[in-house]
């Protein structure tokens, strides 16, 4: 054994002598001041622990708010989806009521339809149905809506027809004016830039001056349209050199088809 390590012994054995030799109230005086002297940095780390506390708890509370909002955001979509599906249902049964509705007080023997298919090229111009010859459709059977005239079939399968547009120029509907004995031909006028055709109802007296507003319907002459159809309103009319023309709003709106019906026969 070293000679430091001997005085280190024997220091430290005097070091326990000395505390053994003191009275209980100098150990306690003793135990105090040490306590006082160490009470800094006990406290330093137990407000250290109380922060690490509070901020982990921070952290689980900021947790718990966004797992809140991304739940609240996700039943907002939910709650819109199923809002717009019952917009969609109750717009669609609103529609079908109101086709019954015109079904059932029809002059006309109707067929229900569907538009199943539209070509992008020939928008303006032809749509496809649901109903065929197996349903008893012919060639050049009146096509309509419960606002009025949508057109008339030319090629038909068994179960599907194509029906051309009154907006195609090829398609002519011997019509009268509303409070007139006014008579010509209603038929579409090709467009430019693939624009949505307007009607034209040609062949009409010079002297007709019809106003604004005015109900055009089909005569029936001719046999393909039925008598009574409405097709439109007069936008403008404008004489010309030789007889009168007017441009017409159509009555039924091609852009959004969607259920029609096919004239089968009159009652």
Do not use: H
Request: aromatic share 6%; with cysteine; charged share 20%.
């Amino acid at each position: 054994m070293t000679r430091g390590t001997i005085i280190s012994v024997v220091a430290f054995l005097l070091l326990l002598g000395g505390f053994a030799s003191l009275s209980p109230v100098r150990v306690q005086k003793m135990q105090g001041f040490f306590l006082g002297m160490m009470s800094p940095f006990l406290n330093t780390g137990s407000s250290m622990q109380r922060k690490v506390a509070a901020f982990q708890g921070g952290l689980s509370t900021l947790q718990q708010l966004e797992t809140e909002v991304k739940n609240l955001r996700l039943e907002n979509r939910n709650l819109k989806a199923t809002n717009q599906l019952l917009a969609d249902l109750a717009g669609e049964n609103k529609r079908l009521r109101t086709a019954l509705t015109y079904r059932e007080r029809s002059t006309f023997k109707l067929l229900p339809a569907r538009v199943i298919s539209r070509d992008p090229s020939s928008w303006w111009n032809t749509v496809r149905i649901d109903r065929g010859f197996a349903d008893g459709v012919k060639t050049d059977m009146a096509v309509l809506t419960e606002e009025g005239l949508v057109g008339k079939t030319t090629t038909v399968a068994k179960n599907i027809s194509i029906v051309l547009l009154v907006s195609d120029e090829n398609c002519k509907v011997a019509s009268n004016v509303e409070g007139t004995r006014e008579q010509g031909i209603l038929a579409g006028e090709r467009m430019a830039n693939s624009q949505a055709p307007s009607l034209m109802l040609r062949f009409l007296s010079r002297e007709a001056n019809l106003q604004p507003g005015q109900k055009i319907f089909s005569s029936g002459v001719g046999g393909v349209f039925p008598a009574g159809v409405l097709l439109g309103t007069v936008r403008e009319f404008t004489a010309m050199e030789l007889d009168g023309r007017a441009s017409i709003v159509p009555a039924v709106d091609l852009t959004t088809l969607d259920d029609v019906f096919v004239v089968k026969e009159t009652r």
